[in-house]
């Protein structure tokens, strides 16, 4: 769905005239008080398939927002692309579309500068630092001296914390939900890019970035995380006006960047699925605020692994069906094509309007219209 930029009236904080933001192209009432928040669109649509009466309204900026309810509190999911600006947009724009309180928790994948941070662990962010290019030294020999650096060119902020109650709940349905893997908080490192300020040497450009992640151990020893946006969730939610938003965050580990390890498909997929439920389960059993009766009465695990199993049954019933009715369709499709095109074989021989029609092959004939929808069959 494209964003309308006519009838912008504030360049301050666009929206258009039927009151839908600029980037995310949401407007009041699409969006939840609580917002799971991804990076990939396949998660979100995954995540999505666990809630009741989704709407979805997606965005050419990238966005993709589905909201719907989870044993009936409603929760949207947010896909947000990567890095701080698109995590910025997002959380600003959904604010300004929900009416109170607002709880964020973002699922995401990441890498460790841990070497004793497993592939498959599910870090939780208790709190993150930001780590940044500092451009000037690009530019000009030194730094100013004026933020905690790593080296010269990289500064790292101060921790900045997740909120408590939420973050202690999601670690609880964590270990709830999953045993094949650990699950570990610790601090994240949020960077401003994928490469340079994740210490990823590139042969291209100079990064000035060998000894990142070993000056980032010596300074943070407690990091578990190198992604791109958690730590800004944190700012934004530890920022905002009247306490509204309260926000935390966890991260299934896909690289140890110390052995250069990297997490299978399958696991991916595996884990991706494990950590979605709990990061909801956590999100609808904790309160907005004190007076909250949207929230969710927590689940025991034989409960919660029932509930889940049959939605996890219907959906794949849902694409089996799904499947039939396509296989079904292309073959009706491919019988019907060649049916017609004998028939307009046996016309033209009957008639003897096309030179050469005699010797030709019914077979020959039909295959001519039969191909592309065997194609189509087959795909």
């Not at 140890?256 to 299978?264: D, E, T, V, W």
């Not at 692994?305 to 079904?328: E, G, H, I, P, T």
């Amino acid at each position: 769905m494209p964003t309308e930029v006519r009838n912008i009236r504030n360049a301050n904080f666009p929206k258009n005239g039927e009151g839908r933001t600029y980037h995310v192209f949401t407007k009041d009432g699409e969006v939840a008080n609580r917002v799971v928040t991804v990076g990939a669109h396949h998660r979100a649509k995954m995540i999505s398939s666990f809630l009741d009466d989704v709407k979805h309204v997606g965005s050419d900026r990238g966005f993709e927002t589905y909201t719907g309810t989870l044993r009936g509190t409603p929760v949207s999911v947010i896909a947000t692309g990567m890095g701080l600006p698109m995590v910025d947009m997002m959380v600003r724009e959904v604010n300004a579309c929900c009416e109170g309180k607002m709880l964020f928790l973002r699922l995401g994948t990441c890498g460790t500068p841990s070497s004793k941070v497993p592939i498959g662990t599910v870090t939780v962010n208790n709190r993150c630092v930001l780590i940044t290019r500092m451009y000037n030294a690009f530019h000009k020999e030194g730094s100013n001296g004026e933020s905690k650096q790593i080296g010269n060119y990289y500064s790292v902020s101060d921790p900045i914390p997740a909120d408590k109650d939420l973050t202690d709940n999601l670690v609880k349905e964590l270990k709830k939900r999953i045993t094949k893997y650990p699950v570990t908080p610790g601090l994240g490192a949020t960077c401003d890019s994928f490469y340079g300020s994740q210490g990823r040497i590139d042969p291209w450009f100079q990064d000035h970035n060998d000894r990142l992640i070993d000056e980032l151990m010596e300074k943070e020893p407690e990091a578990v995380t190198l992604e791109m946006e958690t730590g800004h969730l944190l700012h934004l939610a530890k920022t905002a006006k009247n306490s509204k938003i309260r926000a935390g965050g966890c991260a299934i580990v896909l690289a140890q960047r110390k052995s250069n390890a990297f997490l299978s498909k399958d696991e991916t997929y595996f884990m991706e699925r494990e950590a979605a439920i709990a990061v909801l389960e956590a999100l609808i059993t904790t309160p907005l605020s004190a007076d909250d009766e949207t929230v969710a009465e927590p689940l025991d695990v034989t409960t919660q692994m029932k509930l889940y199993d049959v939605m996890k049954r219907k959906q794949k019933n849902k694409a089996q069906a799904l499947s039939m009715f396509a296989y079904a369709a292309a073959g009706f499709t491919a019988v019907t094509t060649a049916i017609v095109g004998y028939r307009v074989w046996n016309s033209k021989r009957a008639n003897g309007s096309s030179k050469g029609v005699s010797d030709e092959s019914p077979e020959s004939a039909c295959s001519y219209a039969i191909y592309p929808s065997v194609l189509g069959y087959a795909w």
